[in-house]
Each structure stands twice: as C-alpha cells, then as structure tokens.
C-alpha cells in the first residue's frame, strides 16, 4: 500500500496557514476542522508545520501571551515530508523514528495531501482485516 492509496480515500485537501497568522488563529482553525496539525506556508512553499504539540510546548514555556504572536515563532521549521508512491510501513517507521505524527506529501515540489499517523494506522489496520479475510476465504475452499 502506498501513499497515494490514503490520499485517494481520504481526499487532498491540506489546511494552512501564513508565517504571519497569529498563533490564535491558527489553533481556532485546528479545532473548527478538528485536526493536529497545520503546513505553515507561503507563496505554495512550505516554511514550518504548526502542531498541537508545538502549541502545548510553546504555551507551557512562555504562558497565553504566546497567542498573539505569529506562527511563525512557533512552528517546527525542519519539515519531513513523503512522496505518493512511499509506502505504509515506511511511512510508519519515518513517523516513529521521528516522533512526528503529520507528514505533508509533496510531489514535483507541490503539496498534494497531509498524512497523519491516524491515516496511516487506519490503512493498515484495513490491510490486515483483507489479509484475514482471504485467509478464512481461502481455509473454506481448501
């Protein structure tokens, strides 16, 4: 199973956000699309990626006054991203050796979709349920 599949599934769309938005707005946006995390962009190129683990860091360091500075200060500058033809499991690994759990995918230098570990953990929980399937399916015949 490859990159590709989950975005096929799970659509292309990818939220973001300005260097300059205020911290506020961006965490406003997280909870309306009930989502983790956010690519902090500019002009279609990715300048930083804004999760809600960077934002429990920042406001346990430097308290609230915090929200009304720009993401920009904030966000996680050095962004790992994926291409559509990786795959699941090595999508699982780069995550876990990382300790991230968002991944943009970026083909010919464009953004095509965000992956999440949830997004990854789902695909291969389906992968397993059709491995078993086609074992039952496959014991009854024989």
Same mark, same amino acid.
Request: glycine residues 10%.
């Given at each position: 199973? &490859?990159?590709?599949?989950?975005?096929?599934?799970?659509?292309?769309?990818?939220?973001?956000?300005?260097?300059?938005?205020?911290?506020?707005?961006?965490?406003?946006?997280?909870?309306?699309?009930?989502?983790?995390?956010?690519?902090?962009?500019?002009?279609?190129?990715?300048?930083?990626?804004?999760?809600?683990?960077?934002?429990?860091?920042?406001?346990?360091?430097?308290?609230?006054?915090?929200?009304?500075?720009?993401?920009? &200060?904030?966000?996680?500058?050095?962004?790992?991203?994926?291409?559509?033809?990786? &795959?699941?499991?090595?999508?699982?690994?780069?995550?876990?050796?990382?300790?991230?759990?968002?991944?943009?995918?970026?083909?010919?230098?464009?953004?095509?979709?965000?992956?999440?570990?949830?997004?990854?953990?789902?695909?291969?929980?389906?992968?397993?349920?059709?491995?078993?399937?086609?074992?039952?399916?496959?014991?009854? &015949?024989?």
């Amino acid at each position: 199973m &490859t990159v590709r599949s989950i975005l096929d599934a799970k659509g292309h769309q990818v939220m973001s956000v300005a260097p300059g938005a205020k911290l506020s707005a961006a965490i406003k946006l997280l909870g309306e699309r009930k989502i983790g995390a956010v690519l902090v962009m500019e002009q279609g190129r990715i300048e930083g990626i804004l999760s809600e683990r960077d934002i429990v860091r920042v406001l346990s360091e430097r308290g609230a006054g915090v929200l009304d500075e720009p993401v920009s &200060t904030v966000m996680t500058r050095k962004v790992v991203s994926c291409r559509e033809s990786d &795959t699941v499991s090595g999508l699982m690994e780069m995550m876990t050796t990382g300790k991230f759990r968002h991944l943009p995918v970026v083909e010919d230098g464009k953004v095509v979709g965000l992956i999440s570990i949830g997004d990854v953990v789902k695909r291969r929980v389906q992968e397993y349920e059709h491995e078993q399937e086609a074992l039952r399916d496959y014991i009854k &015949t024989a």
